[in-house]
């Protein structure tokens, strides 16, 4: 043992000296992981187990993810599983589940059914859940390895999660799904160089990367949207802050959608688009 407040002071100094965004955060977190207590509990601590420790602060001065170290991301009002081989939500997202979440308890029938695309982790899909009273939840992963953690996540929410290709997802709600979400992978092959180690080593690539312009599977999304929405329903998507015009024009260029809105995340970047099903449009 050793005492807590000079190991909480190297560690941060380790953790920025690596690049390691918000290091006196996540030296915190994981002296909080160690100690098995809240960050806010460290106050009161005085010691914490040197090697365990000294272990976590090397592995996240590599760029591990945080959350593979605790096992655990936090998403809006959710507590999630995470580790290899799912992609960790972050909070650009939660920027679009809220949208989703405020449109569904502003303007939904009562009951409102929600599919939720690549759903990943579950993190989207849990999170309406939990915060839409009544709401019927379904989600679609493909990927076996992120589907076994959203299976963790989801048990006993009654979220309905399937194993397969969002492609032919849910044809038995087909024109009566009230919101459709989804966070697919959007990011061009060729901006490997400029994404986050954190990310790029370690998040799964098949939710990252998509070929040419990075909007392959947001056509996809459309063109399942448009198929499971009722008339007047609405879909919300997210996209690269590069995507700011492309991705609205997914929409925009089919004719089956209106009200094709771009909408920025908390740090000002365009970030996801909704659009809402044309009225008996014709496909």
């Known amino acids: 043992m050793v005492p807590l407040r000079a190991a909480l002071v190297d560690a941060a100094r380790r953790l920025a000296e690596a690049g390691v965004p918000a290091a006196r955060h996540d030296a915190e977190a994981l ?10 509990d460290l106050l009161v601590r005085t010691e914490i187990d040197s090697n365990e420790y000294e272990a976590l602060i090397i592995r996240r001065a590599e760029r591990e993810p945080l959350q593979h170290l605790t096992g655990r991301a936090y998403f809006r009002h959710v507590e999630l599983e995470v ?42 899909a849990l999170a309406v859940a939990t915060e839409v009273p009544g709401a019927v939840v379904h989600a679609v992963e ?8 959203a299976l963790r996540n989801l048990a006993g929410t009654g979220v309905h999660l399937v194993h397969g290709d969002l492609a032919d997802a849910f044809g038995e709600l087909d024109a009566t799904v009230d919101v459709v979400a989804a966070n697919p992978p959007y990011i061009p092959l060729d901006a490997w160089e400029s994404v986050d180690p954190e990310v790029r080593d370690h998040d799964p690539g098949a939710a990252l990367w998509a070929e040419g312009d990075g909007l392959a599977i947001v056509r ?33 260029a089919t004719g089956a959608w209106h009200e094709v809105r771009d909408h920025l995340d908390l740090a000002g970047r365009s970030r996801f688009v909704t659009a809402t099903r044309v009225v008996d449009a014709a496909r």
């Open 31 to 40: 002296a909080a992981h160690v100690i098995g207590c809240s960050r806010g």
């Open 83 to 124: 580790g290899p081989g799912v992609f960790i939500p972050r909070p650009e997202t939660e920027v679009l589940a809220g949208w989703v979440i405020d449109r569904l308890n502003r303007d939904a029938p009562p009951a409102p059914v929600v599919v939720d695309l690549c759903t990943g982790s579950g993190a989207v």
């Open 142 to 149: 493909l990927d076996e390895r992120a589907y076994g953690w």
């Open 220 to 252: 996809q999304v459309e063109r399942t949207a448009a198929r499971l929405l009722r008339s007047g329903g609405v879909v919300a998507v997210e996209h690269a802050d590069a995507q700011a015009v492309s991705a609205p024009d997914v929409f925009t």
